[in-house]
């Protein structure tokens, strides 16, 4: 080869490659973004812990600790965890039981419980019907002398503006 | 520059741009995988779920916390627990509320405990350093 056809292949190839860059450029951004974006909410799916757990935790207290509805007997002082006193199932023990804040309480758990077949309901103070999930327990139901069986639901409600299950207008 | 100066110079930028980005990738996964924050927002959920169970729980009881933590202070008080790494901003601590019933209170303090229990005793949340047979 000349040394015309030299210079013209070394020019070529010096565009060759910077087009070879340009596309090579725009795919490595690409690839990058791609990467970021997956790694991104990894902090938060490591940390993650089911909403469920969470409810469920907290409402153990329901149906297991004398201060919320189970039944103590009044002699001996003996709790019996999963029995619930009816006399005891109203606001007034909810709202020593469990108690939101006054002014953010509707970002934390709330909850509704009902009495499958007592057909009877209470509800904490910030509960505003926007339930995310519902809990079923198997529980009894202390009403005067008798004992009968019946399912608790624990409708619950977290924070409703971040779940928008309730619409502000 | 002639043909075989220009195409070396190319092949190693190529060579610097790949290494870079690869460092790059590598150095934030690793970062990631190693997080110290992700360690201690486990922890305080962690203690956070356990005072959920432990007040649900009836009568008295000890759980002792499965994992060794004496990498961090921690604060129990009444509404709330925090995980601290030691000396680092108030902003920065990891802190976890929670709702007791009228009558039931937390507290206390642990630093740099290898295991930590968390107690239920008359209606009180303890936060506190196991003894030697829990």
């Known amino acids: 080869m000349n040394k015309k056809g030299e210079a013209e292949g070394g020019a070529y190839d010096v565009a060759r490659k910077s087009v070879y860059w340009m596309v090579a450029g725009v795919m490595l951004v690409i690839a990058i973004l791609i990467y970021a974006y997956f790694l991104s909410g990894m902090d938060a799916r490591l940390n993650y812990t089911p909403e469920k757990l969470k409810a469920e935790t907290i409402s153990l207290r329901f149906t297991n600790i004398p201060e919320c509805f189970a039944y103590q007997d009044s002699e001996t002082g003996r709790v019996y965890p999963g029995i619930i006193d009816l006399s005891k199932f109203n606001s007034q023990t909810m709202d020593q039981c469990y108690h939101t804040g006054e002014e953010k309480g509707y970002e934390e758990y709330n909850f509704r419980l009902s009495l499958q077949d007592t057909q009877q309901e209470v509800m904490t103070n910030r509960y505003f019907h926007g339930d995310q999930f519902t809990l079923f327990r198997d529980v009894l139901i202390k009403k005067g002398e008798m004992i009968i069986p019946d399912t608790l639901l624990i409708y619950v409600q977290a924070d409703i503006f971040t779940h928008n299950t309730v619409t502000v207008t | ?134």
């Not at chain 2, 779920?49 to 432990?54: A, D, E, K, R």
């Not at chain 2, 009568?59 to 202070?73: F, K, L, M, T």
């Not at chain 2, 009228?102 to 630093?111: D, I, L, P, R, T």
């Open chain 2, 1 to 134: 520059m002639n043909k075989k100066a220009s195409s070396i110079v190319l092949a190693i930028g190529e060579v610097i741009v790949l290494v870079t980005v690869m460092w790059m990738v590598i150095a934030y996964a690793e970062r990631l995988a190693n997080s110290e924050r992700v360690a201690k927002v486990s922890t305080a959920d962690n203690f956070m779920l356990m005072i959920n169970t432990l007040v649900g729980t009836p009568g008295e009881a000890v759980v002792a916390y499965p994992h060794n933590i004496s990498r961090y202070n921690m604060i129990l008080n009444q509404d709330s627990i925090s995980v601290i790494s030691p000396g680092e901003d108030k902003s920065l601590w990891e802190v976890r509320k929670f709702n007791l019933p009228q009558g039931y209170g937390g507290e206390g303090v642990v630093q740099s405990k290898e295991k930590v229990c968390l107690e239920k005793k008359n209606k009180k949340i303890l936060l506190r350093e196991c003894h030697a047979d829990e």
